[in-house]
């Protein structure tokens, strides 16, 4: 099988029988949104407290 294929068949359902606008603009919204942290993330960085740090070793007595 085709990887990805049910996205198109999603595709076309939505193409034959469009859904309310609503919905339409939160897709959108969402698209937006992950673009948007993309950006952020890719121009201004992580923040150093958001950083994997390994924690130091536990001391056994």
């Given at each position: 099988?085709i990887p ?11 193409a034959d029988r469009p ?43």
């Amino acid at each position: 099988m085709i990887p990805g294929l049910h996205w198109l068949f999603r595709m076309k359902r939505w193409a034959d029988r469009p859904p309310p606008p609503a919905r339409v603009l939160l897709v959108v919204g969402v698209i937006v949104a992950c673009l948007g942290l993309v950006a952020v993330e890719r121009w201004v960085g992580w923040p150093d407290w958001m950083g994997v740090t390994p924690l130091p070793a536990p001391r056994s007595f």
